[in-house]
């Protein structure tokens, strides 16, 4: 018994010691986890945007919670809130404190960095967040509320390629079409663009003023504040001035477009390229609303022929090879003719060609060709490509054809293939110059699609076939200048028993290639080619 009675006296006095240690070894022996772990999984669950997360490492339900992180996310529009720097002190009686670094990513703004700390507490054996308003930022208390108040720098201009500025209304309304203008935001566009923004805020509509809407407002100077009882300036975030947008339009060649389609009856566009780079140099419509020149969905027609001979030179054929044109010709069970019922028999591959004759591509495109040719060699002019000139632009499509008679029709430009006069510009430019060059309006705007150098054997002798078009097929007697090459285009749509056509002409002389197209404005080489003299003449 004395030594049963030794054994209990000193295990008393065993607990006795370790309450006496001023507590802290009762909670490393009963406590679950450590402070550091639970400030840890708190802060990273903030990182993460992961509320739920947070609120289960809280000892008490807390209220206004969802609210207080809102402060950041939702008055100040960050996008993203990022904790660092985490340090935790020792834990005494039960309690710590963690202190972090909080920076808050806000949109159209710049980053804002502060320091704040929460309480950590032991509950039921665990460490948990002892929470407050606090938390989130040193300045709430749970009654007040963080906001923003932003100056913004004057907004930077758009610019022609002379530096002269576009943006000021006097340019022609084909310029306006481009350049969009100036509008009120709304909340939609608040939401959108970030909490920087307020409704009626001067914004970017349309064009390039929407597309280029940051970088030609710049970002404001923001101040932070605290608001409720009083307000208080937390943090000043200075702004940047805005970056003038230069586009490749000329001045020269745009008005010169401008008044070769101005005073057509029926709504006419034509697009100028410079080949050696892929720059645009005018863009113009006769009626406003719509951008007909970069937008519009039209079957391309005879000017597609073009893009189905270089796939026959590449395959082989000479301008000199031998053909055949006669009056008609079945594909697949299509029956096929050319304009005006003409047949010109046997000539060279150049001559037909030089005449348009649909009757001469359909069968060489089934039987030299097929689909998948025929589709690759359009892809490598641009179709089936979504460009990036700077604005919204319509992509050209040519599916591939399922049938001979598909594949024949696709031969001269019809079937379910649509282009934009853009598109069929940038074809042309392609010619000229030997490589296919994505189109655009910004020359400083990174391009996703890469320049496709043309077949050996293509760009020389479709040049020289371009100028037979002019010399003595289609375009002849159209008055275009000295040196021009070109392909006309006659391309019916509509329903059976009401088909119209839409005139069309591409071409280039020098370093400026073009396409011109006047909707159901009929033949090509009688009606949109002169629009192209017109316009080359004037340009010189």
């Known amino acids: 018994m004395p030594r049963g009675r030794t054994i209990v006296i000193t295990s008393i006095a065993g607990v006795v010691v370790l309450a006496a240690a001023g507590g802290g070894a009762y909670y ?21 945007g992961d509320l739920t997360a947070m609120k289960t490492e809280l000892a008490a339900p807390a209220s206004g919670f969802d609210a207080a992180y809102a402060e950041l996310t939702k008055n100040l529009g960050a996008t993203k809130v990022t ?15 963690a ?9 159209n703004m710049g980053d804002w960095t502060y320091q704040t700390q929460v309480g950590l507490t032991v509950k039921d054996h665990y460490w948990k967040v002892d929470w407050s308003p606090q938390s989130v930022h040193p300045a709430l208390d749970g009654t007040d509320h963080l906001a923003v108040k932003t100056s913004w720098p004057d907004r930077a201009t758009i610019m022609n390629a002379q530096g002269d500025r576009i943006d000021v209304g006097e340019p022609g309304g084909s310029v306006q079409q481009l350049v969009g203008y100036l509008d009120k935001a709304t909340a939609k566009d608040v939401k959108k663009l970030g909490t920087a923004y307020r409704v009626g805020n001067a914004i970017g509509r349309g064009g390039l003023q929407e597309t280029f809407q940051k970088q030609l407002a710049g970002t404001p100077t923001t101040t932070i504040e605290v608001t409720g009882s009083h307000t208080e300036t937390l943090h000043t975030i200075k702004g940047k001035p805005g970056r003038s947008v230069t586009t490749s339009l000329d001045p020269r060649i745009q008005a010169a477009a401008a008044d070769a389609v101005r005073n057509v009856k029926k709504p006419t566009s034509l697009v100028a390229i410079r080949p ?28 597609f022929k073009t893009i189905t001979a270089a796939g026959l030179l590449a395959g082989g054929l000479t301008p000199s090879s031998k053909v055949t044109c006669p009056a008609t010709s079945k594909i697949g069970g299509l029956d096929i003719r050319n304009s005006d019922h003409e047949a010109f028999g046997s000539l060279t591959f150049s001559d037909s060609y030089a005449h348009s004759c649909n009757t001469t591509f359909a069968p060489l495109a089934a039987s030299k060709l097929g689909a998948q040719k025929l589709y690759d060699t359009a892809t490598l002019f641009g179709f089936n490509q979504k460009l990036n000139i700077g604005v919204p632009t319509t992509k050209a499509s040519m599916p591939k054809a399922t049938s001979d008679a598909e594949l024949a029709s696709e031969a001269f430009g019809q079937a379910r293939i649509t282009s934009s006069p853009l598109v069929m510009a940038a074809v042309a430019a392609a010619v000229a110059d030997g490589n296919w060059r994505p189109p655009t309006l910004v020359p400083a705007l990174k391009q996703k699609l890469s320049v496709n150098p043309l077949p050996d054997g293509v760009a020389a002798p479709l040049r020289s076939m371009m100028s037979a078009v002019v010399t003595k097929g289609t375009a002849h007697g159209s008055g275009l200048p000295a040196g021009t090459a070109g392909k006309t285009g006659t391309a019916e749509f509509g329903p059976a028993g009401d088909i119209k056509t839409h005139a069309w002409f591409i071409g280039f002389r020098g370093n400026v290639a073009f396409a011109v197209l006047v909707e159901a404005g009929g033949m090509g080489g009688s009606v949109a080619a002169p629009i192209a003299a017109k316009f080359l003449k004037s340009i010189g």
């Open 28 to 48: 490393v022996l009963h406590t679950r986890g450590t402070p550091q772990e639970t400030a840890q999984r708190f802060t990273s669950a903030w990182t993460r």
């Open 83 to 97: 904790v660092s720097d985490l340090s935790v002190s020792a834990p005494a009686d039960g309690h710590a404190t």
């Open 99 to 107: 202190k972090y670094t909080v920076t808050a990513s806000l949109k």
């Open 276 to 303: 050696s780079t892929g720059e645009i140099l005018a863009v113009a419509n006769n009626v406003g609303g719509f951008n007909r020149a970069i937008g519009g969905i039209y079957p391309p027609g005879s000017t």
